[in-house]
T-cell receptor, first 110, second 117 residues
């Protein structure tokens, strides 16, 4: 029973920024938002997480709205290797329990 | 870079047979998870261990599935008897943190793909 809402699929041109939205309106005040991605036939890979503030690492940036009901994962310069299913996980993440939804299939094209 | 090891990578079995999957987490990681992923869906948690103790097995079909982590290091997931509906990818993950920020930062193995005929 997924507790996040993400678009089923998105396209992005290589070299452009990919902005993946997620709604997590039922998230509790102390629950973090996590993003993972899964490239075909591999296990999920952690990307980034955040609580209230925007976060950035070497892979991506995470923008969380002030009310914490939604967030956006930004891949600043998408490459073909970023083609994957991207999962946003929010509600229920206490104690490391991740509830995956259907995710967004991101296709990066030349 | 340390990785979560899983075996076998692929397993084909007939229904009613027994099957077992093995996982070796990243050294020092106290928390270990088994997830099941049916084709086209996101992973679903089956069982979570903290050291050798089961923390959450509420989604584990206990009539046919069992999991153990006897010494708090590697783990085995067993299915007996296997059913057609068990065909899926079985993913193992581990985590170093048990509280606060980062508890959801899991490291996944490449999975064991099971096909039940």
């Amino acid at each position: 029973d997924a507790k996040t809402t993400q678009p089923t699929s998105m396209d992005c041109a290589e070299g452009r920024a990919a902005n993946l939205p997620c709604n997590h309106s039922t998230i509790s005040g102390n629950e973090y938002v996590y993003w993972y991605r899964q490239i075909h036939s591999q296990g999920p890979q952690y990307i980034i997480h955040g609580l209230k503030n925007n976060e950035t690492n070497e892979m991506a940036s995470l923008i969380i709205t002030e009310d914490r009901k939604s967030s956006t994962l930004i891949l600043p310069h998408a490459t073909l290797r970023d083609t994957a299913v991207y999962y946003c996980i929010g509600p229920g993440t206490s104690y490391g329990k991740l509830t995956f939804g259907q995710g967004t299939i991101l296709t990066v094209h030349p | 870079e340390a990785e979560v090891a899983q075996s076998p990578r692929y397993k084909i079995t007939e229904k009613s047979q027994a099957v077992a999957f093995w996982c070796d987490p990243i050294s020092g990681h106290a928390t270990l998870y088994w997830y099941r992923q049916i084709l086209g869906q996101g992973p679903e948690l089956l069982v979570q261990f903290q050291d050798e103790s089961v923390v959450d097995d509420s989604q584990l079909p206990k009539d046919r599935f069992s999991a153990e982590r006897l010494k708090g290091v590697d783990s085995t997931l067993k299915i007996q008897p296997a059913e057609l509906g068990d065909s899926a990818m079985y993913l193992c993950a581990s985590s170093a943190r048990t509280s606060g920020s980062g508890t959801g930062e899991l490291f996944f193995g490449e999975g064991s793909r099971l096909t039940v005929l």
